[in-house]
């Protein structure tokens, strides 16, 4: 029943050589059936959105928990998950994105792992980090790193590991090939974390690790081990605590911090209203979500076994004879576990200590400065 929905896909194949045809059976071959499956009964039912109140009101990040996080991390207790599955193509780089050298040709894992070499100073402890990546990246971001030596962190610090990929689609739901003639896929979103590090949750209990944090690799002011959010998540004994700031720009797109049937949750952009992102939505919608969660690991390994639902996108892209394309991407968030959280905190940051994250090249400039920024205060 797929591949008869696949038709056309499959009759384009014809026009390409065996070796072409070869690498793109292959590829489908090692597709996620019953996500491909879901995939196409989110493309008939799309995600139905609960009822959501925006959260107007959040404890200020001033300091107070600091102490608390700062013990936890000497005894070892926490390991950090780098969210890296994206390449670098809307940057104009080829390679996986957190190879971007984003400055004096520093790359984003560079600038992260100076942040968690600098602990075995500050704080005499050493700990994990993972890093998700794609099947497509996983290679060369392995290679990024033996080839910078790890950034001056242990070879036994860092677990690698990918997560899957699904079908990119076209206007009418359709596979299609880009234009170098491969089948169109792409991580299948950052929900997918809990599934894809089964094995690394097993070595963070091996290690004692108690909480998990975790970051975006595009977002080179997150901090993997942040004492206050971390003192925070700890002292109000949360299963989840996630990162906030203020909203100042009022067209900029981003998760907005709401309120489902008491408890908080993230509503992303576009399952928001227009009204949104006016200058009234910045009073009516005040929060929006850095990225970066703390998870108690308990919570994080039973997430597990959750089939989370897709959310539908549209993006722009190239198909092989057609040329631009309004793509539609499938993807799994890793805020919608938080239904499943018994408690759930948020603390709100100041902006331009903890969020710049760089979606193109026209960022770059503003992501340089702040960083630039940044790195004078800390100094």
């Given at each position: 029943m797929l591949f008869q929905k696949?038709?056309?896909?499959?009759?384009?194949l014809?026009?390409?050589?065996?070796?072409?045809?070869?690498?793109?059976?292959?590829?489908?071959?090692?597709?996620s059936?019953?996500?491909v499956?879901?995939?196409?009964e989110?493309?008939?039912?799309?995600?139905h959105?609960s009822?959501?109140?925006?959260?107007?009101?959040c404890?200020?990040?001033?300091?107070?928990?600091?102490?608390e996080?700062?013990e936890?991390?000497?005894?070892n207790?926490?390991?950090?998950?780098?969210?890296?599955?994206g390449?670098?193509s809307?940057?104009n780089?080829?390679?996986?994105?957190?190879?971007?050298?984003?400055?004096?040709?520093?790359?984003?894992?560079?600038?992260f792992?100076?942040k968690?070499a600098?602990?075995?100073?500050?704080?005499e402890?050493?700990?994990?980090i993972?890093?998700?990546?794609?099947d497509?990246?996983?290679c060369?971001?392995?290679?990024?790193?033996?080839?910078?030596?790890?950034?001056h962190?242990?070879?036994?610090?860092?677990?690698?590991?990918?997560?899957?990929?699904?079908?990119?689609?076209?206007e009418k739901?359709?596979?299609?090939?880009?234009?170098?003639?491969?089948?169109a896929?792409?991580?299948?979103?950052n929900?997918?974390?809990?599934?894809?590090?089964k094995?690394v949750?097993?070595?963070?209990?091996e290690?004692n690790?108690?909480?998990?944090?975790?970051?975006?690799?595009?977002?080179?002011?997150?901090?993997p081990?942040?004492e206050?959010?971390?003192?925070?998540?700890?002292?109000?004994?949360n299963?989840?605590t996630?990162?906030?700031?203020?909203?100042?720009?009022?067209?900029?797109?981003?998760?907005?911090?709401?309120?489902?049937?008491g408890?908080?949750?993230?509503?992303?952009y576009?399952?928001?209203?227009d009204?949104?992102?006016?200058?009234e939505?910045?009073?009516?919608y005040?929060?929006?979500?850095?990225?970066?969660y703390?998870?108690?690991?308990?919570?994080?390994?039973?997430?597990?076994?959750?089939?989370?639902?897709?959310?539908?996108?549209?993006?722009?892209?190239?198909?092989?004879?057609?040329g631009?394309?309004?793509?539609l991407?499938?993807e799994r968030?890793?805020?919608?576990?938080?239904?499943?959280?018994?408690?759930?905190?948020?603390?709100?940051f100041?902006?331009?200590?903890?969020?710049?994250?760089?979606?193109s090249?026209?960022?770059l400039?503003n992501v340089?400065?702040?960083?630039?920024?940044?790195?004078?205060?800390?100094?």
């Amino acid at each position: 029943m797929l591949f008869q929905k696949q038709k056309e896909f499959f009759q384009t194949l014809n026009e390409l050589s065996k070796e072409e045809k070869k690498a793109i059976l292959d590829t489908v071959h090692k597709l996620s059936w019953p996500d491909v499956v879901l995939q196409q009964e989110a493309l008939r039912v799309p995600i139905h959105e609960s009822e959501a109140l925006p959260l107007k009101t959040c404890e200020q990040a001033i300091g107070k928990y600091r102490d608390e996080g700062k013990e936890a991390l000497k005894n070892n207790k926490v390991a950090c998950i780098i969210l890296a599955a994206g390449d670098g193509s809307r940057l104009n780089f080829k390679g996986p994105k957190g190879s971007f050298p984003i400055m004096s040709g520093k790359s984003f894992f560079h600038i992260f792992a100076r942040k968690i070499a600098q602990l075995k100073n500050t704080h005499e402890c050493k700990p994990i980090i993972a890093v998700m990546c794609s099947d497509k990246n996983l290679c060369d971001t392995v290679k990024h790193f033996e080839n910078n030596r790890f950034f001056h962190l242990e070879q036994n610090q860092v677990i690698f590991f990918s997560s899957k990929s699904l079908p990119l689609l076209d206007e009418k739901g359709n596979w299609y090939l880009n234009e170098k003639k491969q089948i169109a896929v792409g991580p299948s979103g950052n929900g997918e974390v809990f599934s894809a590090a089964k094995k690394v949750v097993q070595k963070f209990k091996e290690k004692n690790v108690e909480h998990v944090s975790v970051i975006q690799v595009d977002n080179p002011l997150a901090d993997p081990f942040d004492e206050e959010l971390l003192g925070y998540h700890l002292h109000q004994k949360n299963e989840v605590t996630l990162k906030c700031f203020k909203r100042d720009i009022p067209e900029e797109k981003l998760g907005i911090l709401a309120r489902c049937k008491g408890a908080i949750s993230i509503k992303e952009y576009f399952h928001l209203p227009d009204e949104a992102f006016t200058k009234e939505g910045l009073l009516n919608y005040p929060f929006a979500n850095v990225g970066n969660y703390f998870f108690s690991l308990d919570f994080f390994e039973k997430m597990e076994k959750k089939i989370l639902p897709f959310h539908l996108s549209k993006k722009k892209a190239i198909k092989y004879r057609v040329g631009n394309i309004n793509m539609l991407k499938c993807e799994r968030f890793i805020f919608d576990v938080l239904c499943y959280s018994k408690k759930t905190g948020a603390l709100c940051f100041s902006k331009k200590e903890c969020f710049a994250p760089l979606k193109s090249l026209s960022d770059l400039v503003n992501v340089q400065n702040l960083l630039l920024k940044k790195e004078k205060v800390v100094q």
